[in-house]
């Protein structure tokens, strides 16, 4: 897995390079600021401080300006963070169902392998009559015990892990 | 049984133009375009008397007249698809499953009210939409449903898809405008309203997905047809969100009228493992908490309202002869509290009070004044808080102190859960809980200036 310095600089320059055009593509429609800061997010996995400056500077705002409304939102991530999220829904209808069991079967799992994945208390994801339910990075998985909920998040993992 | 909203979405590749227009697909708008001008569409709509699927039951027809009399451009049609409410599901199934019908809804309602650009956001968690969405608009333009003289005629629309980022007061009607100019979402005071300086300062008229949805079959069949689809004296159809302690949770599209009774055992299957109900709640979470004894209720805007809560987005949770109120009470104040935006005081401090009361409940260690200050707390909420949240964020709470005051006594006096649920452990929950009313912290923060 170790990389050279050169080959680690070129692949950064590929990302941001990367970035920079969708960036662009975005700024030709209004109202794009928070999809420049999901394309960050998808590129890095949280929002890099270069790519924000980037997006500021696009926007024709300063980056304290963008991140006062970066950390108006949930979603967004100001650290780097482990290839799989598990956003995981607490309200009132998986509650019903078993949320805090699935909550809790995920976290020890987390903390025996912080590396790999993170679990996030989350609020409602609209998937309530599936409950309980939660989001693996972007697909959302219903109607599951906590042992099934833990392993499709452990799936997750292998895929991401396994296409590296 | 009839149904407009959910339909198709059991065909196969329903989410596929080919699909849609298999099935009257862009129908209704090429009627519109070729037979009925923006009045006459109007003129359904009214007829239909349709009330706004998101959340407050505005009458769309008028909301669109506000429009007509707006000055500047470009006019905006706003999709809200922030679909937040806990309970709530509606708008993501038409997205991922018939996302083309809200398409072409769009389309109707631009048509309708000179609006020349659609804005549809669509809340950051629900990425099967937004996908599903974008390849629709993708394609409608393909097929010259969007863009310049769609279908040849005098009609252009230009359609943006707009993620948000994890916000439910995002979903309000001016902090969605915010948020879409790249602002934190913060609501804005109202007037000026939207549909005179709304999304960059243009006539706006912003409509929730299910509202949209049901317009392609109403131009298509005419509003009388749809305003006669509705029971006990409603207008149309609804879809009932169902979640909780239920057998067969689901979105149900039904008449709008349909009594709880009827959605829960009817169409739901009754409540799980044979148990029985002890309590429900009709509109997501900002509804109050309904004793069983109300399962009689009539699902409409108006009965809901007259019986002290609200139909909202029609989210009904169920709950089952285990489950303890002060338990679920937690549980939503605990989603207002995060949810808060903290722009105004009432709310921002009114959901951690509310919160951190409830917790002590819990935990056995609440005061014997607990009743009263929930109380209290709530009522100042309702009539100081800035915006929709904070106004309804203490009715989850103050409503299973009114409805259930036996079940808060045996917590707070005999200190024990009667269904087993709290922990109850006399434990206090690490944190300052504020006694002082709403009115008496904003004196202190303002060193006394306003006593
Ligand atoms: C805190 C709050 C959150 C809201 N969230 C939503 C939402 O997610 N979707 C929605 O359509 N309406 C939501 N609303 C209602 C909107 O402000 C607005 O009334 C609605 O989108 C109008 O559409 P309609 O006339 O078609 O019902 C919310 C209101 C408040 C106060
Ligand atoms: S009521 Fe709550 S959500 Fe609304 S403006 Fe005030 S703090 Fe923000
Ligand atoms: S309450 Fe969990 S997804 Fe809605």
Redesign the interface.
């Known amino acids: 897995m170790a990389t050279q310095p050169g080959e680690v600089d070129s692949a950064a320059a590929a990302k941001y390079a990367a970035l920079r055009r969708e960036i662009k593509e975005c700024a030709q ?7 420049m ?2 394309a960050v997010q998808r590129q890095f996995g949280y929002l890099e401080p270069q790519a924000v400056g980037m997006v500021a500077e696009e ?1 024709g705002i300063t980056k304290a300006q963008l991140y ?3 950390t ?5 991530f100001f650290e780097p963070k482990p290839p799989v999220i598990a ?1 995981v829904c ?4 998986c ?3 078993g949320a805090q069991e699935v909550l809790h079967t995920l976290e020890e799992a987390a903390a025996a392998q912080p590396e790999d994945f993170e679990v996030e208390e ?10 309980p339910a939660l ?1 693996v990075n ?3 998985v219903g109607g599951v015990s906590p042992a099934e909920a833990l392993q499709k998040v452990q799936a997750k993992v292998s895929a991401i892990a396994g296409s590296e | 049984m009839e149904q407009v909203c959910l339909r198709r979405i059991h065909n196969e590749n329903s989410q596929d133009i080919a699909s849609y227009q298999a099935h009257d697909g862009y129908a209704a708008l090429r009627k519109a375009l070729t037979e009925l001008s923006p009045t006459d569409v109007h003129g359904e709509v009214e007829a239909a008397n349709m009330g706004g699927r998101g959340g407050a039951g505005f009458p769309t027809a008028m909301k669109w007249r506000f429009l007509l009399g707006a000055q500047g451009e470009p006019k905006y049609v706003l999709c809200n698809f922030d679909e937040s409410e806990p309970g709530t599901f509606s708008n993501r199934i038409i997205g991922e499953e018939d996302p083309h019908l809200l398409v072409e809804g769009c389309a109707l309602a631009a048509y309708a009210t000179g609006c020349s650009i659609i804005f549809i956001y669509i809340r950051g968690e629900y990425f099967l939409a937004y996908e599903r969405v974008k390849e629709a608009v993708r394609q409608a333009y393909e097929h010259g449903f969007l863009g310049q003289n769609v279908l040849g005629s005098e009609f252009s629309v230009e359609v943006y898809v707009r993620r948000g980022a994890g916000a439910y007061i995002c979903g309000e009607e001016t902090a969605i405008m915010n948020s879409l100019e790249g602002k934190r979402g913060y609501p804005r005071a109202r007037p000026p309203f939207p549909a005179n300086e709304g999304l960059f300062g243009k006539p706006t008229l912003i409509n929730n997905v299910e509202t949209l949805s049901n317009l392609p079959a109403i131009v298509l069949n005419g509003g009388e047809w749809w305003n006669k689809l509705g029971v006990n004296g409603g207008a149309g159809l609804n879809i009932y969100c169902l979640s909780g302690h239920v057998e067969r949770p689901g979105a149900y599209e039904l008449p709008i009228g349909t009594t709880a009774r009827d959605l829960i055992y009817d169409h739901g299957g009754g409540v799980w493992q044979g148990r029985e109900l002890k309590a429900w709640k009709p509109g997501g979470a900002s509804s109050a908490i309904l004793p069983a004894d109300m399962i009689d209720l009539v699902l409409d805007f108006k009965p809901v309202q007259e019986a002290g809560t609200i139909l909202g987005t029609s989210g009904v949770i169920v709950m089952d002869d285990r489950t303890c109120v002060v338990d679920a009470a937690i549980r939503d104040a605990t989603f207002f509290e995060e949810e808060s935006c903290g722009f105004c005081f009432p709310c921002r401090d009114g959901t951690r009070v509310l919160r951190s009361l409830v917790e002590r409940v819990r935990h056995g260690v609440a005061a014997p004044d607990t009743m009263d200050l929930i109380e209290h707390a709530s009522q100042d909420m309702m009539g100081a808080s800035f915006c929709g949240l904070g106004q309804f964020a203490p009715w989850p709470v103050v409503s299973t102190v009114r409805n259930f005051r036996q079940e808060y006594e045996a917590h707070i006096i005999e200190k024990v859960c009667p269904a087993g649920v709290c922990p109850m452990d006399g434990v206090e929950p690490d944190e300052h809980v504020d006694r002082r009313t709403l009115q008496e912290m904003l004196v202190a923060q303002k060193g006394g200036a306003l006593a």
């Open positions: 429609e209004p109202g794009a600021t928070l999809d800061l999901h926007l006062g409304v970066a108006f939102y949930t979603m967004f956003r607490v309200n009132l209808s509650h019903l169902r989350v609020m409602c994801l609209g998937l309530c009559e599936q409950a989001l972007e697909v959302a």
